[in-house]
């Protein structure tokens, strides 16, 4: 039976964005396997500490682009874990702080390593890479608008 979907060209391009988007992070999730950490923690970690140890989940939730009770659960996990400690802000009892602990430091530094990511994207080149984000940061603007949200997730760097 034919699938009109796989006929489709926006649906092909859908399909096979999604499939590299999902290898990217299955390589990624491979390489820090060897460090005791998910993919979802890394990014945690290095948010953590580009926001200085001064995280709040609703923040990390924006950075992330994800939903405050999802962000609670991966920072539950790493709590036992002792990647990050959660402590309440004094003025404000219901804020939660959250801090890299040195387990969550050292963790911090092992993901930095980002040898399948480098691997993989070095068979692009400049330009390929350039346009690629170009055409990236289009797509994710699109999206956000369909799904009414004017504000785009920070992108993460640090000072």
């Not at 926001?51 to 990390?60: G, H, V, Y």
């Not at 996990?77 to 801090?99: A, I």
Request: proline letters at 5%; one cysteine or more; hydrophobic letters at 35%.
């Amino acid at each position: 039976m034919r699938n009109p979907l796989f006929e489709d060209e926006d649906y092909t391009l859908w399909w096979l964005l999604f499939q590299a988007q999902d290898t990217l992070f299955k390589a990624r999730e491979k390489e820090l396997r060897q460090y005791g950490i998910s993919p979802e923690e890394a990014a945690v970690l290095f948010i953590v500490r580009c926001l200085d140890n001064q995280a709040i989940p609703s923040e990390i939730s924006r950075w992330l682009f994800r939903k405050p009770h999802t962000v609670s659960g991966i920072l539950n996990r790493m709590e036992k874990k002792r990647l990050v400690s959660k402590t309440k802000d004094l003025p404000k009892k219901n804020l939660v702080r959250v801090s890299l602990t040195d387990k969550g430091e050292q963790a911090c530094d092992q993901a930095s390593k980002i040898e399948s990511v480098r691997q993989i994207m070095s068979s692009l080149s400049e330009q390929e890479r350039q346009q690629l984000s170009s055409h990236l940061e289009t797509l994710q603007d699109r999206a956000l608008k369909e799904l009414g949200i004017d504000t785009k997730p920070p992108f993460p760097q640090c000072q």
